[in-house]
């Protein structure tokens, strides 16, 4: 099992940045991926961006370009840089981690977006 922790939320003016930090400890060798999901208040979970073992990442259409995935294997950290913030990017955003079939999955940091 994978747990995970994740920090660096906060409230940020528009046009601000970001940096989330999410921690894996445990089963971390079956991990093939991580991510950061998030969700706005009233709306579904979506997808923000992902990256696999091998470093392949993926967007939302909606932050490509302002937002930046990175993983550091060696200290079992995944970052997710945010610039250019827009209010519509306020949500609680969440880590998670692939462990095949498995999806295991952080608390959640809050994202405000403000003036």
């Known amino acids: 099992q994978v747990q995970l922790v994740e920090s660096g939320g906060g409230l940020v003016q528009p046009g601000g940045s970001l940096r989330l930090s999410c921690a894996a400890s445990?089963?971390?060798?079956?991990?093939?991926?991580m991510g950061w999901y998030r969700q706005a208040p009233g709306k579904e979970r979506e997808m923000v961006a992902a990256?696999?073992?091998?470093?392949?990442?993926t967007y939302a259409d909606s932050v490509k370009g302002r937002f930046t995935i990175s993983r550091d294997n060696g200290k079992n950290l995944v970052y997710l840089q945010m610039n250019s913030l827009k209010p519509e990017d306020t949500a609680v955003y969440y880590c998670?981690?692939?462990?095949?079939?498995?999806?295991?999955w952080g608390q959640g940091t809050q994202v405000t977006v403000s003036s």
């Open positions: 445990g089963s971390i060798s079956s991990i093939n991926a």
């Open positions: 998670y981690a692939a462990s095949g079939l498995l999806i295991s």
């Open positions: 990256i696999t073992s091998g470093g392949s990442t």
